[in-house]
């Protein structure tokens, strides 16, 4: 005889079987993109309407490169899992499964063309 407690049984069971993992990740993930996305607004600011070479000069500094790759990088991030959430919540079948795909391509893409222009900036 096996003794399972309602906790044990009711594990895993929410829409997306990892409820708890999703919904730190969106909050960790929430709260750096707070601090990045300011540092960033600060650093792009402070480039916006300069000539080309001093944005070039700006964004070949590491810590300027670093704060928008770790904006791109962590914001897609964001993006793909919060549209997961909501593809997963409002579409189901084969419909579902399309949309997931697209979300998934889509963010990766948006992702490495984002990565790639700022490497290639800084290098």
């Given at each position: 005889?096996?003794?399972?407690?309602d906790?044990?049984?009711?594990?895993?069971?929410?829409?997306?079987?990892?409820?708890?993992?999703?919904?730190?990740?969106?909050?960790?993930?929430?709260?750096?993109?707070?601090?990045?996305?300011?540092?960033?607004?600060?650093?792009?600011?402070?480039?916006?309407?300069?000539?080309?070479?001093?944005?070039?000069?700006?964004?070949?500094?590491?810590?300027?490169?670093?704060?928008?790759?770790?904006?791109?990088?962590?914001?897609?991030?964001?993006?793909?899992k919060?549209?997961?959430?909501?593809?997963?919540?409002?579409?189901?079948?084969?419909?579902?499964?399309?949309?997931?795909?697209?979300?998934?391509?889509?963010?990766?893409?948006?992702?490495?063309?984002?990565?790639?222009?700022?490497?290639?900036?800084?290098?």
């Open positions: 005889m096996r003794y399972i407690t906790y044990k049984r009711a594990v895993g069971l929410g829409a997306a079987k990892a409820g708890t993992e999703h919904h730190w990740f969106m909050i960790v993930s929430g709260v750096a993109l707070v601090v990045l996305v300011a540092a960033f607004v600060l650093i792009f600011g402070s480039a916006l309407g300069s000539s080309h070479e001093e944005v070039v000069a700006t964004f070949s500094r590491p810590f300027p490169a670093l704060v928008a790759l770790l904006t791109i990088w962590v914001g897609m991030l964001h993006f793909r919060g549209a997961q959430t909501a593809i997963e919540d409002y579409s189901r079948g084969v419909t579902q499964k399309a949309l997931l795909i697209v979300n998934i391509c889509l963010s990766y893409t948006i992702m490495a063309a984002g990565l790639y222009a700022v490497i290639r900036i800084a290098i």
